[in-house]
């Protein structure tokens, strides 16, 4: 657990650390602006931004009752955001695995794959797709 938001806290602190400094400088519009900077690309590398993950065998469980994809992912990913924020409200309809809470879903990905963990990995329809165009997934989850 805490592996995941490792990144996250160390961009805060920076972000702190940086804020103090512009302010003790006299910059405290600089201190501001920079230490907001810095706390949003720490919501946006944390789990936050993304749905309840499931565990590998449950989404893999689900999809086979309601078809949806399952969408393999882990925080810190740029991949796994942009994809997260290109399909915007859409991504809710899919079954998220974080591989770094599950290790049956990293060996899915790592079988999927051929040995890598490379996220985002979407499953549909039981075929997988490697880093997928979010337009494409977009289509899928309508």
């Known amino acids: 657990m805490t592996r995941r938001w490792v990144l996250p806290i160390l961009f805060v602190l920076i972000g702190i650390a940086v804020a103090v400094r512009q302010v003790s400088t006299g ?19 944390s789990p936050l931004v993304f749905p309840r993950s499931l565990a590998a065998a449950e989404a893999q469980r689900r999809s086979a009752v ?59 329809a039981g075929q997988p797709h490697v880093n997928p165009d979010p337009g494409w997934l977009r289509g899928q989850l309508a």
């Open 27 to 45: 910059s405290t519009g600089a201190g501001v602006a920079l230490g907001l900077v810095f706390v949003l690309l720490a919501v946006g590398l």
């Open 66 to 124: 309601d078809g949806r994809p399952i969408i393999y992912w882990r925080p810190g990913c740029q991949f796994c955001l942009r994809l997260r924020i290109r399909l915007g409200p859409a991504g809710r309809r899919a079954h998220w695995v974080d591989i770094w809470r599950d290790p049956d879903g990293a060996a899915a990905v790592r079988a999927i794959t051929g040995g890598d963990e490379t996220v985002p990995t979407v499953v549909v």
